[in-house]
């Protein structure tokens, strides 16, 4: 809650219904520079704020947060004759206006119902955006591991090679790789080897930070399978 008066900033805080609608005040400030150092601090979901302020205004504030804090709701309160204002508020991004002297508990509570259903669709498009981009990652690592698995097999065209190797995003002129053929006796239990041998070898590289390797394993057969390294993509005599 952004209000440069404090006895309207105090009161506004009392009308909100806050946790009806599964909100939580998290903080107030007095101007745009303390509401900056306030949601830094806090990222919040949503910033109620004044248009008339001292120093920076509402506006300012509004065009800070949309650069900085794309993802945080803002609302504007206005007195009647800020109209104006209240259209440029929207036009920098903000989402939603109430009038000062129109404010009551009920106006209140309607703004937060509106915006939580705002933070609801978001959530759920960043969801299904994640959901599918994890998707995505799956089947390129998928083709990746394919395509390694056709290689080392010998079951690549020559000259499909340099196709193939692009649609993964390999540069084979100019990469270089480091290969470790394991195999694994048929007695043993793969998935719990690989897992360890993933684990013991991810916390080895990490270990040594001046390094930028990239590896994962391919597995090759039920027995035997293949760790591949590549460190930052120029050759050895190119260092």
């Known amino acids: 809650m952004v209000e440069d008066e404090e006895f309207v900033r105090a009161e506004l805080a009392e009308l909100f219904p806050w946790r009806q609608y599964g909100f939580t005040l998290v903080g107030e400030a007095e ?3 303390a509401a900056m ?3 830094a601090e806090t990222n919040p979901n949503l910033v109620i704020t004044d248009i008339r302020m001292p120093e ?3 506006l300012g504030l509004i065009a800070w947060i949309v650069r900085h804090y794309p993802n945080i709701v803002v609302v504007v309160v206005s007195a009647y004759n800020d109209f104006p204002y209240v259209r440029k508020a929207l036009r920098l991004g903000a989402s939603d206006y109430l009038i000062k002297a129109e404010i009551t508990s009920e106006t209140a509570g309607a703004l937060l119902k509106r915006i939580s259903r705002i933070l609801t669709e978001r959530r759920f498009v960043y969801e299904r955006q994640k959901e599918l981009a994890d998707h995505v990652e799956h089947y390129r690592l998928l083709v990746h591991e394919a395509f390694w698995r056709d290689l080392l097999t010998g079951n690549v065209d020559k000259r499909q090679l340099p196709t193939r190797a692009s649609q993964v995003g390999l540069d084979l002129e100019n990469y270089w790789f480091g290969l470790i053929f394991i195999h694994v006796a048929k007695d043993s239990g793969l998935k719990e080897v690989e897992k360890k041998i993933c684990e013991e070898l991810e916390e080895e590289i990490r270990e040594i930070p001046v ?22 993509g120029r050759r050895p005599d190119e260092r």
């Open 211 to 232: 390094w930028k390797w990239c590896w994962h394993i391919v597995r090759i057969n039920q027995d035997d399978f293949v760790i591949i390294l590549s460190q930052d």
């Open 37 to 39: 150092a306030l949601i």
């Open 56 to 58: 920076m205004d509402g």
């Open 31 to 33: 101007n745009a520079e």
